[in-house]
């Protein structure tokens, strides 16, 4: 059975930093792409990171180039969100999901995980 | 990267049909069929229902279905239960640069 488990989440400072990870099980994690979606408190889904299954490409939504960095270690089974510069905004519930294939490009989310909250205020 | 646009609620009686609209661009929905539709019911996490416009994966019942007509997408759901109140979202494929996006959100109400 596929699972993914986020933590990391919590309350921060505008300006600061949080690192979130997501940890797979149930299949073979470098053989495809991963993503993160957040959803604002109310508001609807938002594509935010992708990243290609050996980590050799990486995609992001205008809102957070620059400031969001993807990335994850196959030998841990581990997908990574570092967030810096996090703004207001950045408040919601951010969630993993599996690609369903290796690139990423042209899939879908076929499985998600139960999300993490992170809170950006003062 | 604009949002796919989606109608805010939808509703029918047990036993009817809706059907619920995604509309892109020809940089999006109506540029590639890879369009996908996403369950949410409260406090939850999405559930992919349909996928590559037609596609159901294996568990999702067969009252629900995805068509696609130039750049908007739909999601017809038959039948209607009152399990199937909940949040649908569609997503699309955006090419390269845009990669992903997701519609808005649509409310159903099981009346």
């Known amino acids: 059975e596929v699972q993914l488990v986020e933590s990391g989440g919590g309350l921060v400072q505008p300006g600061g930093s949080l690192r979130l990870s997501c940890a797979a099980s149930g299949f073979t994690f470098s053989g495809y792409a991963m993503s993160w979606v957040r959803q604002a408190p109310g508001k609807g889904l938002e594509w935010v990171s992708a990243i290609s299954g050996s980590a050799g490409s990486t995609h992001y939504a205008d809102s957070v180039k620059g400031r969001f960095t993807i990335s994850r270690d196959n030998s841990k089974n581990t997908l990574y969100l570092q967030m810096n510069s996090l703004r207001a905004e950045d408040t919601a519930v951010y969630y993993c999901?599996?690609?369903?294939?290796?690139?990423?490009?042209?899939?879908?989310?076929?499985?998600w995980g139960q999300g993490t909250l992170v809170t950006v205020s003062s | 990267q604009s949002a796919l646009t989606q109608p805010p609620s939808a509703s029918g009686s047990p036993g009817q049909s809706v059907t619920i609209s995604c509309t892109g661009t020809?940089?999006?929905?109506?540029?590639?069929?890879?369009v996908s539709w996403y369950q949410q019911h409260p406090g939850k996490a999405p559930k992919l229902m349909i996928y590559?416009?037609?596609e159901r994966p294996s568990g999702v019942p067969d009252r629900f279905s995805g068509s696609k007509s130039g750049n908007t997408a739909s999601l017809t759901v038959s039948g209607l239960q009152a399990e199937d109140e909940a949040d649908y979202y569609c997503?699309?494929?955006?090419?390269?640069?845009?990669?992903?996006?997701f519609g808005g959100g649509t409310k159903l109400t099981v009346l």
């Open positions: 590559e416009v037609t």
């Open positions: 999901g599996k690609e369903a294939n290796y690139y990423g490009s042209g899939s879908t989310i076929d499985c």
């Open positions: 997503s699309s494929y955006a090419g390269s640069n845009n990669f992903k996006v």
């Open positions: 020809s940089s999006d929905v109506g540029g590639y069929n890879y």
